[in-house]
């Protein structure tokens, strides 16, 4: 996706400088959310986040 993340933004009707900027700023946004991520694994576990996950997965809505 990141690969053919400024064509995708030209097709939405975006500019070719401003989906450049888009671009950057999705990258930036995965970076951050990449280290949240992490600290959450850390602070809640890795099975508990499993568990919640599977749960909200198999209760009705």
């Not at 400088?17 to 946004?29: D, I, K, L, R």
């Amino acid at each position: 996706m990141v690969y053919y993340s400024t064509s995708i933004f030209i097709s939405a009707g975006l500019s070719k400088e401003t989906s450049q900027y888009a671009t950057v700023a999705t990258g930036v946004v995965k970076v951050m959310m990449t280290f949240i991520s992490a600290l959450i694994m850390d602070w809640a576990g890795r099975r508990t986040l499993h568990m919640i996950g599977l749960w909200a997965c198999v209760s009705p809505q």
